[in-house]
């Protein structure tokens, strides 16, 4: 098991056959029925990149996340609590994620996973309307997105503002169709980058096939 650039993501095999893990944060227990593997006494938590956009970005090369032990993560786009959940591994007890979807159907099962990670709190509330959350969330070191909302750059951009420190990283998975059905993905990643340059630092970019077909992930950094 190697650890893929000290990100706290380790994996195992090549190519096709490669798997990823976390080290468990809360060993024995198993949110998503995921395959544990156990080496010299530790847990590892195995994490589907075709299921996660971040494991997926981290597995076409990604140089930077800024998500490390002891980061603070405002996460839009939360769902079942799927990445969520294997980035409280790595965050660490010393980390906090909030843990943000407008979906009440999906909020319920994010509650149950934050109910065993004393790492993550549960927020039903839109990421377009930043404002309704500003006296919850503090300024944080990553702002993750992953939600398929044509305004999503808009949304992305809102919440970097309000929330992310100065030098703190932002994070966005983009998935072209639900910007534009009709144009090709390669262009409306391309228009992305320019608006996100306007702003920010963007350190990094990778594509997400074959993981995700049409999405592309950022990295921005905050001036
Ligand atoms: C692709 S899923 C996220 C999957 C999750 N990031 C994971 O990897 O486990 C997208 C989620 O974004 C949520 N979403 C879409 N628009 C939103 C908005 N404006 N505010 C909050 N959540 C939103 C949806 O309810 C959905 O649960």
Do not use: W
């Not at 893990?21 to 998503?32: E, I, N, Q, V």
């Not at 993550?120 to 997105?145: C, G, T």
């Not at 306007?198 to 950094?221: S, W």
């Amino acid at each position: 098991m190697e650890e893929i650039n000290k990100f706290k993501v380790f994996r195992i095999g090549k190519g096709k056959n490669t798997s990823y893990y976390t080290r468990s944060l809360y060993p024995k227990y198993r949110g998503f029925d995921e395959n544990i593997f156990r080496q010299k006494g530790e847990e590892f938590r195995e994490v589907d990149a075709e299921r996660s956009k971040f494991i997926a970005a981290i597995a076409k090369g990604l140089s930077q996340t800024g998500v490390k032990e002891g980061s603070v993560v405002l996460y839009l786009g939360a769902s079942h609590g799927y990445t969520p959940s294997f980035m409280s591994d790595i965050i660490g007890d010393t980390g906090f994620m909030f843990a943000l979807d407008f979906a009440p159907r999906v909020v319920r099962d994010l509650v149950f996973v934050c109910e065993r990670r004393a790492n993550m709190a549960p927020m039903l509330d839109d990421a377009s309307h930043p404002e309704n959350y500003k006296d919850l969330v503090p300024q944080v070191d990553v702002v993750f997105q992953d939600i398929a909302q044509r305004n999503q750059v808009e949304i992305f951009s809102k919440n970097c503002d309000m929330f992310l420190k100065q030098g703190g990283f932002g994070l966005l998975a983009l998935k072209s169709r639900s910007i534009d059905v009709t144009r090709k993905p390669k262009e409306v990643f391309m228009e992305v980058r320019k608006e996100l340059e306007k702003k920010f630092n963007i350190v990094d970019y990778r594509e997400l096939y074959p993981f995700e077909k049409d999405h592309a992930f950022f990295v921005i950094k905050k001036k």
